[in-house]
DNA sequence: AACGAAACCTGCGCGC
DNA sequence: TGCGCGCAGGTTTCGT
């Protein structure tokens, strides 16, 4: 499900419900997804107070007092926050029980997502927010211009790459390459310093809307927390093949770029 | 070292 | 109706 603006979108609503709040219990009924000891990861977290909320890239972070819960949505993973007594679904695999009597859950249908345990000084230092670099908002243009040079893959798949860039999706990069008229499958080292402006610049457009429109709803019926994002009115070309392209007219097409359907204008954008 | 493929999981929609 | 396949907003690991 999420990328940088559907997770945004889930830290605001989680910040706006969850912050001074205690958690007194965990419930664990899935193991894998989390990362360190279990007993080690119950006892860093419960009667701590939940003190912020904080993202980077795709990455949520709960601040705990003296402990940073860190948590990777990847494909799937939503947040619900319910009665102490409603029933536990299928497919919630971690329950928090809060100082309201109300529950965090933690759903997931694939179980991809993952947590973890990390001190302040081990926060940004050790992975997995090691390996995030900056979000378009703050990246420098020289310092991505330099990073592209040295790759020869396809510069769609270097922009998902989150250690380059962090916060873009497959959804989103498709819609700023459409927008800076770059092919998907350009190589990386091909790019130009212009492209590299452009890229970024798009990016930040196409992330703060994506953000102030909640995020993109699209093949998913339950949205976390009950929020379902509004940007799909703007796609330009993502989930849009056979359909009209809206700057020159021609058919959209769908390709396959690293694995991942990619959606072109083959027009618009040149190999 | 770098690249693509497979793996991690479940559910849905499609064609036969 | 049932089955097999391909696909899904992500990332890591395993091969060549």
């Given at each position: 499900m999420p990328e940088l603006p559907e997770v945004e979108t889930v830290r605001t609503v989680l910040k706006e419900n969850l912050i001074g709040l205690y958690i007194k219990d965990i419930s664990i009924?899935?193991?894998?997804?989390?990362?360190?000891d279990t007993t080690y990861f119950k006892e860093c977290i419960i009667?701590?107070?939940?003190t912020n909320i904080l993202r980077k890239g795709k990455v949520l972070i709960f601040e705990l007092e003296d402990i940073y819960l860190i948590s990777h949505l990847r494909m799937e993973g939503k947040y619900f926050i319910k009665d102490l007594n409603d029933m536990v679904e299928k497919h919630e695999h971690i329950i928090f029980k809060l100082s309201n009597d109300k529950t965090l859950r933690y759903h997931d249908t694939r179980k991809f997502g993952v947590m973890c345990i990390k001190t302040k000084d081990d926060l940004y230092n050790t992975p997995p927010l090691s390996n995030v670099s900056f979000e378009p908002f703050d990246i420098n243009s020289d310092y991505l211009y330099k990073t592209l040079q040295t790759k020869k893959a396809p510069i769609k798949t270097v922009l998902l790459d989150q250690s380059v860039m962090s916060g873009l999706g497959n959804i989103y990069v498709d819609e700023v390459l459409f927008l800076c008229k770059i092919?998907?499958?350009?190589?990386?080292?091909?790019?130009t310093i212009s492209n590299v402006e452009d890229i970024i610049n798009k990016s930040i457009e196409v992330l703060n809307k994506a953000i102030e429109f909640k995020g993109t709803t699209i093949r998913s019926y339950t949205s976390s927390l009950g929020v379902s994002g509004?940007?799909?009115?703007?796609?330009?070309?993502?989930?849009?093949?056979m359909q009209k392209c809206n700057v020159c007219g021609s058919i959209i097409q769908k390709i396959k770029v690293g694995g991942r359907g990619t959606y072109i204008c083959p027009i618009c954008q040149k190999l």
């Open positions: 009924y899935y193991e894998k997804m989390i990362l360190c009667n701590k107070k939940i092919h998907p499958l350009t190589k990386s080292c091909d790019i509004n940007y799909q009115q703007f796609l330009n070309v993502h989930t849009k093949d």
